[in-house]
């Protein structure tokens, strides 16, 4: 089967830098990306690693490890409109069809 | 450009009711998807068209849920009869299509659906 892991929350200041974790097990994968998701909004793409390493856009930034079934989204210099819910996806074979996690929940404090 | 589209916005019925969801997407996209997602759940893939082909639809309830995109543009996706657990909200999302790359998706506003 495919099941991804991440936190289901994670509090944060204002200001600082927050990581959020994504475990993964699936029968085929070409990458994994994230979405954020604000209240009663739509996704929106944040970022995708097909490649291990580290990618990097703005202030946020990703990581994947394809041997540990790993990634990681960093958010820096946190902002309160940061506050959202944030999806790791997998995207396997069968035209990159994309598996969501459950979502992390997002709360900024000032 | 424009965004994926949707309608209706709301929509609230009767177990054993059916009801129809519209999408438009992207002008050009010729990937689009139908999500369901539950109140604190991630998005669940319902079925990914490619053109008016379908790619996957392994988690479709096909008992109850049927979805078209015919011409390859516009898609509906039909309940019929509907449950108390269909309750979410569906969203519909394109994608650009490239062979052997990742494309990002695209997400309309979704369709809340609640039923009684």
């Known amino acids: 089967g495919q099941s991804l892991e991440q936190p289901s929350e994670v509090t944060a200041v204002e200001g600082a830098i927050v990581q959020i974790n994504c475990t993964y097990q699936?029968?085929?994968?070409?990458?994994l990306s994230w979405y954020q998701q604000h209240d009663g909004g739509a996704p929106t793409f944040l970022s995708y690693?097909?490649?291990?390493g580290l990618e990097e856009t703005g202030r946020f930034s990703s990581f994947l490890s394809r041997s540990d079934s790993y990634g990681y989204l960093l958010l820096q210099e946190l902002q309160m409109k940061d506050s959202a819910s944030y999806f790791c996806?997998?995207?396997?074979?069968?035209?990159?069809?994309?598996?969501f996690g459950a979502g992390t929940r997002l709360f900024v404090k000032a | 450009e424009a965004g994926v589209a949707q309608s209706p916005r709301y929509k609230i019925i009767e177990k054993r009711q059916s009801v129809a969801f519209w999408c438009n997407p992207i002008?050009?996209?010729?990937?689009l998807y139908w999500y369901q997602q539950i109140l604190g759940q991630g998005p669940k893939l319902l079925i990914q068209?490619?053109?008016?082909?379908?790619?996957?639809d392994s988690q479709l309830p096909k008992d109850r849920f049927s979805a078209e995109r015919l011409k390859g543009v516009d898609s509906t996706l039909k309940i019929q009869p509907a449950k108390l657990e269909d309750s979410a909200v569906y969203l519909c999302?394109?994608?650009?299509?490239?062979?052997?790359?990742?494309?990002?998706?695209?997400f309309g506003p979704g369709t809340r659906l609640t039923v009684l």
């Open positions: 999302a394109s994608s650009v299509t490239s062979l052997g790359v990742y494309n990002e998706q695209f």
């Open positions: 699936t029968s085929g994968f070409y990458g």
């Open positions: 690693n097909a490649l291990d």
């Open positions: 996806a997998v995207a396997g074979t069968g035209g990159f069809k994309t598996i």
């Open positions: 002008s050009g996209h010729a990937t």
């Open positions: 068209f490619q053109n008016n082909g379908v790619v996957d």
